[in-house]
């Protein structure tokens, strides 16, 4: 009886995949794994936002020729020279940064008591009306709440009907209304980040400033204040370059003498598109100076 031994078997190759995933291509390379994740937002920032105003700048260095009125590449610095020797311009710089300063504090006055009420003293319901009532003039377009605020204090509004029962009268459209409505349309931004820094504020630091005889606005001054330096710095950036764009506001409730950086822009932008590109970098000069003080102070680095 023979026995037959049985050959063996070769198991078969298995087919390599020709083509990785992705996911382990951008595993393998840590550089391409970041390229890709920073690709669109990258492209965002160059692509749009900081090649939109390197063409700003150069257009602020074109010509208009004065027979044609059509613009023509070339380098002059008469456009900027003109800010400097118009006192129309200058007044006008000077009024927006005013105004945008205004904006700035008069929104961290707001802001400061009312974040410490709602984080501090308010019960949840009135947190939450509240927060819902801060954040109510963002619900609404931009337009529609500059024309509430041109109804409200026209001189048939409601400001001038409850004023002159009392035998008063409102001060009618110009700066004061500017920066109130500015104001008004901005102060989210800076009592949001005021009212989550108070929150964040033990409650004992309180406590430890009443016991040792300090009062209300002393606890404000020295506990709360220092601690909300980076919030009132985070929302001034806000507060402060928002404002100094605008001018629809100046437009609907300012007066004949209210006119802002961007009201000059918006009329030379189809008659002389270099001065208005000239002007335009005003307002950016005042961010990156505000910056740069603020950054002078230590703030930045402890938001």
């Known amino acids: 009886m023979t026995s037959t031994a049985s050959a063996p078997t070769r198991s078969e190759p298995q087919a390599v995949p020709l083509h990785r995933p992705v996911s382990t291509a951008l595993h393998r390379r840590p550089r391409l794994r970041l390229g890709a994740l920073l690709a669109l937002p990258l492209t965002w920032l160059v692509g749009l936002y900081i090649f939109s105003l390197a063409l700003l700048l150069i257009t602020a260095f074109w010509l208009v020729d004065p027979f044609t009125s059509l613009v023509r590449p070339g380098f002059t610095l008469d456009n900027f020279a003109l800010l400097f020797s118009n006192p129309a311009y200058v007044s006008t710089s000077l009024r927006t940064l005013g105004i945008a300063l205004a904006v700035t504090a008069l929104s961290a006055v707001f802001a400061i008591p009312l974040g410490i009420f709602m984080a501090k003293i308010a019960s949840p319901w009135m947190r939450a009306v509240l927060a819902v009532a801060i954040t109510l003039p963002l619900w609404a377009g931009y337009l529609v709440k500059i024309v509430a605020m041109r109804i409200t204090f026209t001189e048939e509004g409601f400001f001038n009907s409850v004023a002159g029962l009392i035998g008063g009268r409102g001060p009618g459209f110009g700066i004061p209304i500017v920066i109130l409505t500015l104001t008004y349309l901005w102060f989210p931004y800076m009592a ?72 000059i822009i918006a009329s030379n932008i189809n008659l002389n598109p270099p001065v208005a590109a000239a002007f335009s970098v005003v307002p ?9 003080v603020t950054r002078r102070t230590g703030a930045l680095e402890r938001m």
């Open 192 to 263: 949001l980040p005021v009212y989550t820094a108070i929150r964040q504020i033990p409650v004992n630091l309180f406590d430890a400033s009443a016991d040792l005889g300090a009062q209300g606005w002393t606890t404000i001054r020295t506990v709360v204040m220092p601690l909300l330096t980076p919030a009132l710095i985070a929302g001034s950036v806000f507060t402060f370059s928002l404002s100094l764009g605008d001018y629809l506001a100046a437009r609907f409730v300012g007066g004949p003498n209210s006119q802002m950086i961007g009201s």
């Open 284 to 292: 950016i000069a005042f961010v990156v100076i505000y910056l740069l």
